[in-house]
């Protein structure tokens, strides 16, 4: 998509913001400066301001239909901009010929997510609550619905600038735990110190929660294990299809293979990979990396390797239980006679839902993660060196961290990434 200009006074647009067409109703919205020109060239009489008014509309005296329309003063629009507003019978005829007609007028279509993208350079609408509202446009699942809609009601600045001022007052207390020696700079020092505490395990959990797109495309799953340790064929008893190659063969899974499921509600996407050996085939080497790469970027694993060790995102699993005796820490599975499968399955919504927002919890873009994790790690260096005056310099930074997030460093790389994501007339 071509960028749209930061600054678009010039150009006035419009598109379609209702759905396919033939509908019951068309909504052809014109936002800009000639918004105004448009709509009198088209209706004549401009109505009320944000009360709709029936018009017959008309191009060059050849009436094109018969509709509601409203207007919208800037700035008290949704772009921020004049707007417009046509109420059409939804026919493509009838769409096309005002299409012609508002081209004619010297206005052009949207790019998709073009009035999302000026109602948030002109201050209608912060990043969070588009992302939030891509994600809602999207939304498929009760889960994403509720968090989208949290984020798009400005759930995220309101939590970072929360921790923000909190940080702040941490590190006022902090200076003046520096002024003071002996028994007060002590006193002082556990004061800061449970105030960074509790910040710091918010943020952590903040950071740790699934980021947004997961919940958009399901919490990733890898199967890992050594060779012929049967991770496709668990793989495909879990994605209830043959999806993957199954053989004796050591060695026979190279690529990444990936399988969307649905468990209890929750989206998962299941990862098998190759198995992990110390491989001379040049190409099996390949999905043999590609292999321990899935392992670490999974926010779930399920580990085949004889010394799996369970931890908050590993469930370690003893495979073809009906004829091997499986070890006793670990859970014990059996692709072929199903015994385990059905706990290997609770264990996964059980994972999930820890790392799942809750109730009133928000989730977070990659790149709000990412500085989220450089201002945990700030924090709690600023625990861990002994000398108050260094801790001072590391709340500092992560409060730097936190501002750079705030301020929307690097906005600008992912917007057309952003507004990709948009349907036309949003
Ligand atoms: N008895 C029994 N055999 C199994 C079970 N799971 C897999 N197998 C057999 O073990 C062999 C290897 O299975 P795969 O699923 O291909 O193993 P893999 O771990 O994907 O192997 P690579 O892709 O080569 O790393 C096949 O012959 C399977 O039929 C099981 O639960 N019970
Ligand atoms: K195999
Ligand atoms: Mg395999």
Redesign the pocket.
């Known amino acids: 998509m071509a960028a749209a200009p930061n600054n678009p006074a010039g150009d006035t647009i419009f598109a379609l913001s209702s759905g396919a067409l033939p509908s019951a109703i068309a909504i052809i919205r014109i936002s800009g400066a000639r918004a105004r020109m448009a709509l009198e060239a088209l209706a004549g009489r401009l109505p009320q301001p944000r009360q709709s008014a029936l018009r017959t509309l008309c191009d060059a005296g050849d009436v094109l239909d018969e509709g509601m329309v409203l207007w919208f003063p800037a700035p008290r629009t949704v772009t921020g901009e004049d707007l417009a507003e046509l109420h059409l019978h939804g026919s493509r005829a009838v769409v096309e010929a005002c299409y012609a007609a508002l081209r004619r007028l010297g206005l052009r279509l949207a790019e998709p997510g073009e009035f999302t993208r000026r109602a948030l350079f002109n201050g209608k609408m912060d990043l969070a609550a588009v992302e939030g509202l891509a994600d809602l446009l999207a939304a498929e699942t009760e889960s994403q619905r509720r968090d989208a809609i949290r984020r798009q009601r400005g759930a995220v600045p309101r939590l970072l600038a929360g921790w923000r001022s909190r940080l702040t007052l941490i590190s006022a207390a902090m200076e003046a735990a520096i002024d003071y020696d002996g028994e007060e700079e002590v006193a002082g020092q556990c004061a800061w110190s449970a105030l960074t505490d509790s910040l710091l395990a918010e943020i952590e959990r903040a950071a740790t929660l699934a980021p947004a797109e997961r919940l958009r495309d399901g919490i990733r799953v890898a199967?890992v294990?050594?060779?012929?340790?049967?991770?496709?064929?668990?793989?495909?008893?879990l994605a209830g299809r043959d999806a993957?190659?199954?053989?004796?063969?050591?060695?026979?899974?190279?690529d990444v293979i990936e399988a969307p499921i649905a468990i209890d509600g929750i989206p998962f996407v299941l990862i098998?990979?190759?198995?992990?050996?110390e491989a001379v085939d040049p190409i099996e080497r390949i999905g043999v990396s590609r292999a321990l790469d899935e392992e670490d970027l999974a926010q779930i694993r399920i580990d085949?390797r004889d010394d799996a060790q369970e931890d908050a995102r590993t469930i370690a699993v003893s495979?073809?239980?009906?004829?091997?005796t499986p070890r006793p820490e670990h859970l014990a599975?059996?692709?072929?006679?199903g015994r385990g499968l059905d706990e290997l399955q609770r264990r996964l919504v059980a994972m999930a839902r820890g790392i799942l927002p809750g109730e009133g919890e928000v989730t977070f873009e990659r790149r709000y993660r990412e500085a989220l994790f450089a201002v945990r790690d700030e924090l709690v260096f600023a625990h861990r060196v002994p000398d108050l005056v260094l801790s001072a310099e590391h709340l500092r930074r992560a409060g730097r961290a936190l501002d750079a997030v705030l301020g929307g460093d690097g906005l600008e790389d992912m917007l057309d990434a952003l507004f990709g994501r948009f349907c036309l007339g949003k």
Not at 229 to 237: E, R, V
Not at 319 to 324: G, M, V
Not at 333 to 337: F, G, I, T, W, Y
């Open positions: 199967i294990g050594p060779p012929n340790a049967g991770k496709s064929t668990l793989f495909n008893a993957a190659i199954v053989s004796d063969i050591a060695g026979t899974t190279r098998d990979t190759a198995g992990l050996r085949l495979s073809k239980a009906d004829f091997r599975v059996s692709a072929l006679d």
